[in-house]
C-alpha cells in the first residue's frame, strides 16, 4: 500500500475520532468566532483535519488502478467483460471474473490474461469462478476463494443481470422471481460481502450496474419487471452508500455508486434485436447521440467510480446513455 494511501486513511480515522462539538465544521460563523477565541488553533487543526484528508495522488495518478484487486460478476462475455479489461488497462494487478457457468468464467480469465500479455502486462494475475449471483452461499464462496487467492479486494463491479421482454399480463412469475432474484438479490449478495471483506481491509468501492430503465420506461418493448429491478438496484447503491459511509472508527468508507447504461451493444440487446430488426432503429431514434452504445463507452466510468478518483462521491448515479433520459 502506498505511504499516500495509508496517510490519507490515517486521516480518515483521525477525522473518526473528532468529537460532536466540533460541528463548527458546518456553521462557518461560530467557526469564525471560533478562530478569534483562545482555542482558535486547535479549532482550526480540527477543521482542516476533519474536512479534507491530505490528497493522496495527482489526478492521473489517482485514476491508476495499479496494485488494486478487482472483481467483476457477469464478466464472462457483454459489459462486464469491458469491466473487466477496462480494469486490466488501467493496471489492476489482480482480477476475478465470475460468471454463471464455471467454463465460460474460466475461459474468458484465460482470455483475459493473454489480452494483458499482449499489452506488455505480464504481472497481472486472473482468475475465474464459477459463481450464480442469485444464491448467498454460491457469492460467500467465490469471495473466500477469491480472498484465499489474493488476500483483499479493492473494487467490485455487480454487472451479472438478465433482462426479458414479456407483456406484464403475461410475465410466468416463476421468471419474475428468477429476474429479481439475479438483478436485485445478487446486486444485494454480491455488495454485502464485498463490503464485509473492505470494512475488515479498510475500505474500497462497489459498483452495482444499473440501467437508465431505472429512470425512464423503455418503449416499445414492454419490461416492467427489469426496470423495476433496476430502479432497485439504483436506490440499493444510494441506500447502501449513506448507511455504509461511515462505520466504527477504523475504516476507509465503502463507497457505492450505480452505472446506468443506455442501450449498448451486447448479447442482451442483441437477443432482443433478433426477433425484431426495426426495434434498433427505433432506440437509435430515441437516442439523441443517435446511436447505441459501445461498451468501450462505460471504460472511463467504471474506472473512475472504481478508482481514488472518485474517494468523495458514494451513493450516486451515473448515466452513460448517449443522452436518452435527457428527453
Ligand atoms: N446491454 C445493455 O444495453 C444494458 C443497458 C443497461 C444496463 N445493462 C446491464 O448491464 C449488465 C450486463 O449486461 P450485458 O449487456 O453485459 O448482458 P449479457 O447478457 O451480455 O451478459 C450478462 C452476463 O451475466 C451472466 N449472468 C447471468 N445470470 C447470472 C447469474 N445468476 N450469476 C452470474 N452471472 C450471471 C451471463 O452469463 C453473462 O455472462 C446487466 O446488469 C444489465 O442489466 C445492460
Known sequence: MSVARLAARASVVRRSVIPRSAGVLYAPPHWSRRLNSSTSFQAKDAL???TIPPRPKKVLDALSMAGKVCMVTGAAR???NQFAKAFVDAGCSQLAILDLVKEDAHKAAQDMMNYASSDGKSDVTVIGLGCDVASELSVQAAYANILDKFGRIDSVVASAGIVENYEAMDYPFDRVKRLFDINVHGAFFTAREGARAMFRQGGGSIILVSSMSANIV????PQTPYNASKAAVKHMAASLGVEWAKRG???DPVAFASNSPGYMLTKLTKTILDHDQELKKTWE??????RMGDPEDLDGVVVFLASDASRF???TEI???GGYCCL
Open 319 to 321: 448515466r452513460v446513455d
Open 48 to 50: 482542516s483535519d476533519a
Open 249 to 251: 472508527l477504523s475504516f
Open 78 to 80: 457483454g459489459l462486464g
Open 285 to 290: 431514434s430515441l437516442t439523441p447521440m443517435g
Open 218 to 221: 423503455n418503449v416499445p418493448q
Open 313 to 315: 462521491m458514494t451513493g
